[in-house]
Structures are given as C-alpha cells and as structure tokens.
C-alpha cells in the first residue's frame, strides 16, 4: 500500500518487539504491574497513532513552548513534588505518579533540533556554542538541583549531537579526562595521580613543542588546566566524602565490591550479579527463576529489570536482547544520518544518543561497571512516565522519517 511507504518497517518492528518482552518479564516479576504495563503500552500506541496523524511540523514549530514546559514542570517538583525513594522527582495524582524529567528530555531534543536547523547558527561562532549549551543546561542544572543525577549524566547525550554538527572533540577528551582522574584518584594515592598528569603533560607538551604558538592564552590554558587536574585529584577524595551516604557508597562499591556493603548499597548489585549469574547458558525458563520469584532484588521491575531476564532467558536471551537494542539504535542513527532535513536529522541523533545513554548506563549498573545511579532501562523498565516518553520521542522521530522520506524536496 502506498501510504506504508516511508514507514520504517525494521525500527518499529524492534520498537514492538522491545516493548512486548518487556511487559513479559515485568509480569514475570508481578503479575499486577505487567497488567499495568501492558496499559501503559496502549496508551502510549493511542499517543502515537495520535502523532503519526499529525503534522510533522507541529513539533518543529511548538518546539520552544514544549522546552519551556518541560522545564517549568522540573522546577515545579521543588514546591509539589513527591519524594520516592529519596528522591523529589515526581508528582503524584492519586495512584498515579509522573517523572517530569522524561519529558523535560523530549522538549531539550526538539529544542535544540529547532535552534540548529536555524539559518544563523554555525558552532564556530561564539554565540551558537553558548546558546547550544544553555539549552541543554537549564535543564540538566534544575535535575540535578533536585537531585536526579542519574538524570543530569543523561543530558550528555545531547553533546553527541551537537558533535555531528560540528562541535570539537576536544569537549569529549577533556570531560573524560576529568571523569578519569576523579575516579582514579579514589583507588589511588592522589600524589601518584598528580606525578602522572605533570610526567604526562610534560611529554605531550615535549611532542607538539614546535606546533604550538606559545601565546600569553596557551601557556594559561595549559598550566590552568594542570593545575586544576591536580587540584582535582586531591580533592577528590575530600568531594567523595561530602556526598551523602548512599551515593557515597555506590561509588565505593565499585573499588571494594559490594559483599562491603551487602545491607545497604551493594545489595541489590549482589542479587542482580547473582540472578544474571545463575541463568547460564539458556536461562531457568520464564518464571522460573529462584532470585526473579523470591523477590530479592528490591525494584527488580524498574532499574535492575535485565537480571530477570538475565536468570530466566540465560546468556543467550541477554545476548540477543543486548543485540535487539543495538540494531534499533544503530538504525535510528543511521535514518537520522539520511534526513534531508536539519531539524529531523538533530532530533533524530538526540533521539538515539538518549536511548544509547541509558542503555550503557542501565546495563552497566546492573552489572557492577558503574554505579547504581536509578536508570531506567528504555521501553524495558517498569513505569508509565518512562514508556510514554520514549514512546513519544519514537513516533515522533518515526513521523519525521515518514514525512522525509515522502517529502519532494
């Protein structure tokens, strides 16, 4: 049929696929809230019939008014929010809650997709930078005010889009960099990590001595960059011990394993590792498995979701879900890579680089890589508010495919 022309058939094939084994193992772990899923995911087809329907330039033209609601619904947690699980990031509505900063992340990509596909911006020019980044950091800073950080890491993905557009790697190196000595510092004495940075500044100083012009703002950029890599690996330890309690642990899980803090922290990586573990080559089967049914990870539903599949479908059943989520957002790239417009291209890198953001870090958390910081796992965790929204930002980009794809120009 010539209205199916355009629609791409592979990623919302792996969009359904994704969402009907999530509402299994949901059920597998209670029956009461994969019923509610399975709810959830009607709704969230309803919306996005609805969107598919709609004009696709709806979303390009209401794109500064969708941001600034996003973000007045973040800032209306401090007075009304509900606080779950120590966190001040929902409003509930009887039974039912909402996670704003879902949302909040929907209006940032189709803001930023808007300014970008603007006929004067060029990130070469100072004012495109800045602008760019203060789109993406109203947001990030009243989540992390909150705080969700979690949440605020998620908002880097929006760095990846912008570097399809142009923006320096060198951002990327010297986040990384800064992340590293962080962390290094916490295992190692800091003296050791500061004789490291001046040997290695040193020698790459030595290499590019005769490529460089050695201006008053390169011998400023250079030595405050050391010294603030310095400063920063012996406070690091100091900054680990003003975090609170919980987040300070699930850092120090990652260096002492979580046996050390087996009641409080490290309690559900230890079950996670346990049931992903015990699933073996081909899983218990569905149902089936002792940890899933015993109930010993504690918001098994939610965060910590892949270890049910992890006990009841195997290695196998890990492996081809792990597989299943790289084809989609490999192709999500790839369409948003062929867009003929600016706009569906930006928001179509937001798009997949959020999924590609919560998926390492969901999958790393429950695997003991990094620490448990409260991810959802995209289409796969449990909770209205997350399916909705990934849900809206599939169709949306879908819609914007489909209308590329049959548009003349």
């Not at 490529?211 to 690996?233: H, K, N, P, Q, Y």
């Not at 011990?241 to 559900?268: C, M, W």
Request: glycine fraction near 12%.
């Amino acid at each position: 049929m010539k209205w199916m022309e355009g629609i791409d058939k592979l990623g919302l094939g792996l969009y359904f696929l994704l969402c009907i084994f999530a509402i299994a193992n949901i059920y597998s772990v209670d029956q009461k809230l994969g019923e509610k899923q399975f709810i959830f995911f009607c709704i969230s087809l309803f919306v996005g019939l609805v969107i598919f329907v709609g004009r696709s330039k709806f979303f390009e033209n209401m794109a500064g008014i969708i941001y600034i609601g996003g973000v007045l619904l973040l800032i209306g947690l401090f007075p009304f929010g509900k606080e779950i699980l120590g966190q001040k990031n929902w409003y509930k509505f009887g039974s039912f809650t909402m996670q704003p900063v879902e949302f909040a992340k929907i209006g940032t990509a189709l803001m930023l997709a808007n300014y970008v596909s603007g006929p004067d911006f060029n990130l070469k020019n100072k004012k495109s930078l800045w602008t760019s980044l203060a789109i993406i950091g109203i947001p990030a800073v009243v989540v992390l005010a909150i705080p969700d950080v979690g949440s605020m890491l998620v908002f880097t993905a929006f760095f990846i889009a912008l570097y399809r557009e142009g923006l320096s790697g060198f951002l990327f190196g010297v986040g990384f960099l800064f992340a590293a000595v962080f962390l290094v510092s916490l295992a190692v004495p800091p003296l050791y990590v500061v004789i490291a940075i001046l040997v290695i500044a040193g020698i790459l100083i030595a290499l590019n001595y005769h490529r460089m012009s050695w201006d008053v703002i390169t011998i400023s950029g250079i030595s405050g960059s050391v010294l603030l890599l310095c400063g920063l690996a012996f406070g690091s330890p100091y900054i680990l011990e003003k975090l609170p309690k919980h987040q300070r642990e699930r850092i120090e899980v990652l260096y002492k394993g979580e046996k050390a803090f087996r009641d409080t922290s490290g309690y559900n990586l230890l079950y996670s590792k346990t049931a992903i573990g015990s699933g073996g080559m081909w899983g218990k089967g569905y149902r089936e498995g002792s940890v899933t049914q015993g109930k010993f990870v504690p918001e098994q539903q939610t965060d910590y979701i892949f270890c049910a599949v992890g006990e009841e479908w195997g290695f196998a059943g890990s492996a081809l879900l792990v597989l299943c989520y790289m084809v989609y957002i490999g192709r999500i790239y790839y369409l948003a890579e062929k867009q003929k417009s600016t706009f569906n291209r930006v928001f179509g890198y937001c798009f997949a680089s959020i999924l590609l953001m919560h998926f390492s870090i969901n999958l790393g958390m429950v695997m003991g890589l990094f620490p448990t910081v409260g991810i959802p796992l995209p289409y796969f965790s449990y909770g209205g508010s997350s399916l909705l929204a990934f849900s809206i930002m599939t169709f949306i980009f879908f819609k914007l495919n489909y209308s590329d794809k049959n548009s003349l120009v």
